[in-house]
């Protein structure tokens, strides 16, 4: 089989979206594929007869994600045809899944509008507004700042800028505000923002003036009074939002100092507020969540592993047995469920389970796996001072025992993350270069219990360590590898762990920090994300002002011999660009082999197509350049 290539790329398909239709008889979903020509990522929505399996592609503009369900035959969904999206309102396109072409449905009087049906036939909406002061806002020649964050990753500035709630009546034209001028409201990452109860609504948001530090509040909208009712306050990311006996539910992601940071535990609070009371603190994370009769079922990942399970009687936690599938959204259909997920190795598709065995309804990746030669994931765990840190080793195409290959170790973002065995790219283009990849869940990573997450007051101490250790024992296992011929790389937490690394530490031939940081100090007044560091760190710059610079990788560039290519985008709001540009120059006056790759209008994490594949090759090529690959 031909090696996995950058032209490969557009064979990659990302199922995602999963939406059932009112009565239970259609999935919708989005495809999203990579396109070189057009260097873009293409989005369509796709329908399943889930009683006989059909499967068809409803729309082919590659702009039309976000769709939902007008009824069980109909679809609606946001899009520009023709040209631009307009500037003061969004345009809705209808399309029948039994047959026909999309037509222009109505239109919201409103910019970048997310809308959502009502059972009375108004749509709920969500959409930016601005409550800046006539001529105070971002100006062609000025902007005022007086409140943080000023600036939001993907977003530029947003001083004062807030998503707001509306309802929207299609027969009147008219759009009602639903929350005051100053109140930000958030979207769970893994359920539905709203919750319908019988008299109005409950959402995640936050009403301030002058900073958010990541707090977050449960209110409940009423109908008749148009009140918006403070059920309960949260230092947390809410991830799921959903109700259960009579009470609205939330998985809380905890925004506190001390070693239980980024805990997932579930809350709940009553209908009228004010007894907020944790129902449980488990030793996973929850994803998606939805309710079905008598039960609800949730997503949850542990150690790596995502799993579907289901409270019952008493809030127990159940696991309904999928085998070797991750999901990563459940729907229950009456007793069966539909979701999407993946297996090791490969990239998620859509499934069916039913009766206790799961039947896989779409393959849209089958091309890539046939064509290319791929790598596997092989598990492995290493003793680490006082823990154990577990992860895998992928070996690289074409591999010979008793050979000798260069290998890298890519270190995940957070550090509040961690890193599984779903299809990577990067890690497969790696590999058909000729690299062993390396990668694993170092202290601090999510999904492996409370006592795993702390590393607070510490960074670049226990992780370090166990990253350390974990290399140590790749070495051991695969003799294969060249010790000489070591590279390490990672984005945002890996890129700050990989410029800690450099300053401690010769092991490694060559690295590529990527939309890094290294100064904790300047970070403070730079990053959109501060207060996310200043509680790692343990401290402020104005409160520990050594603490902070000793957990900073540039107080010790200094000792840095390793050849850098650093990778950072231009406007990163969480790790800014001075953040790479103050180790580079360090490097630079210093004598070490080192470039800066910039990549234009970029946010953090955020790339164009060529701008994605272009760090491929460039990181391939200083790989290449140091340890001897194929890329050289």
């Known amino acids: 089989m031909k090696k996995f290539e950058n032209k490969d790329y557009e064979k990659i398909r990302n199922v995602q979206g999963l939406k059932l239709s009112p009565e239970g008889g259609r999935a919708l979903f989005s495809v999203q594929r990579y396109d070189i020509a057009k260097d873009a990522y293409l989005t369509d929505l796709h329908v399943c007869e889930l009683d006989g399996g059909r499967i068809y592609r409803l729309t082919t503009g590659g702009r039309e994600g976000g769709g939902f369900w007008l009824d069980e035959n109909r679809v ?41 049906p009502l059972p009375d036939g108004r749509f709920l909406v969500r959409a930016e507004t601005d409550a ?17 964050p000023f600036m939001d990753n993907g977003a530029g500035y947003v001083n004062r800028k807030r998503r707001s709630l509306f309802v929207y009546d299609p027969e009147s034209g008219d759009l009602k505000r639903l929350t005051p001028p100053l109140m930000q409201t958030y979207a769970p990452y893994f359920s539905e923002d709203v919750v319908l109860t019988g008299d109005g609504f409950c959402f995640v948001g936050w ?19 148009g009140e918006n009712i403070k059920l309960c306050s949260d230092r947390c990311y809410v991830y799921s939002l959903f109700e259960r006996e009579g009470r609205i539910w939330y998985a809380a992601w905890a925004i506190e100092p001390g070693p239980y940071l980024a805990e997932t535990r579930l809350r709940s609070v009553s209908l009228a507020g004010g007894d907020l009371r944790t129902e449980a603190e488990p030793e996973f994370e929850t994803g998606t969540v939805r309710s079905r009769e008598g039960e609800t079922l949730f997503i949850r990942a542990d150690r790596a592993r995502m799993r579907l399970g289901r409270f019952t009687a008493g809030a127990a936690f159940e696991d309904i047995d999928t085998g ?25 598709e859509l499934y069916y389970y039913k009766d206790g065995a799961i039947e896989q309804l779409t393959d849209f990746n089958g091309p890539l796996y046939e064509s290319c030669g791929l790598s596997s994931c092989e598990a492995l765990s290493a003793r680490a001072g006082e823990g154990e840190v577990s992860g895998w080793v992928m070996k690289p195409a074409g591999f010979a025992p008793g050979g000798k290959y260069p290998a890298i170790l890519d270190i995940h973002g957070g550090p509040h993350g961690y890193v599984n065995t779903l299809f990577n790219p990067e890690h497969q283009r790696w590999c058909a270069e000729g690299y062993f990849v390396f990668f694993c869940n170092p202290q601090g990573s999510t999904s492996f ?16 360590r166990e990253l350390m250790a974990f290399t140590g024992a790749v070495l051991e296992k695969y003799p294969e590898i060249d010790a000489k011929r070591l590279g390490v790389t990672g984005q945002s937490y890996g890129g700050i762990m990989t410029n800690w690394i450099i300053g ?30 200043d509680l790692v760190l343990g401290a402020g710059p104005l409160e520990d002002l050594e603490l902070v610079w000793r957990q900073s990788a540039l107080k010790y560039a200094g000792a840095v011999k390793t050849p850098t290519l650093f990778i950072q985008h ?13 180790m580079f120059v360090a490097l630079l006056e210093r004598g070490v082999p080192t470039r800066l790759l910039v990549n234009k209008r970029c946010f953090h994490g955020g790339r164009r197509v060529s701008q994605l594949l272009h760090d491929v090759d460039a990181m391939l090529a200083w790989f290449g350049r140091y340890l001897g690959g194929e890329g050289a």
């Not at 009403?207 to 009074?225: F, L, M, N, P």
């Not at 219990?449 to 370090?464: A, E, N, Q």
């Open 449 to 464: 219990g409370r006592g795993h997450l702390d590393v607070c007051g510490d960074l670049g101490g226990r992780d370090y």
């Open 504 to 533: 401690h530490t010769d092991r490694f031939a060559a690295a590529v920090p990527r939309m890094s940081a290294s100064n904790w100090i300047s970070m403070h007044a730079t990053s959109s994300e501060n207060w996310y560091g």
């Open 570 to 582: 231009e406007l990163d709001r969480a790790c800014p660009l001075e953040q790479a540009e103050q």
């Open 132 to 148: 800046n002061a006539p001529g105070e806002g971002e100006q062609d020649g000025w902007m005022y700042f007086d409140e943080y």
């Open 207 to 225: 009403e301030y003036d002058r900073c958010a530090a990541g707090h977050a509040a449960i209110y409940r909208h009423v109908w008749a009074t």
């Open 324 to 348: 070797e599938l991750n999901p990563t959204c459940a729907i229950p259909r009456g007793g069966d469920i539909v979701l999407t997920g993946w297996y090791p190795d490969r990239l998620a």
């Open 76 to 116: 609606l969904f946001p899009a520009a045809r023709g040209g631009e999206a307009p500037v003061d309102e969004t345009i809705l396109y209808c399309i029948d899944v039994r047959g026909g072409e999309a037509f222009e449905y109505l239109r919201v009087p409103i910019a970048g509008a997310q809308c959502s």
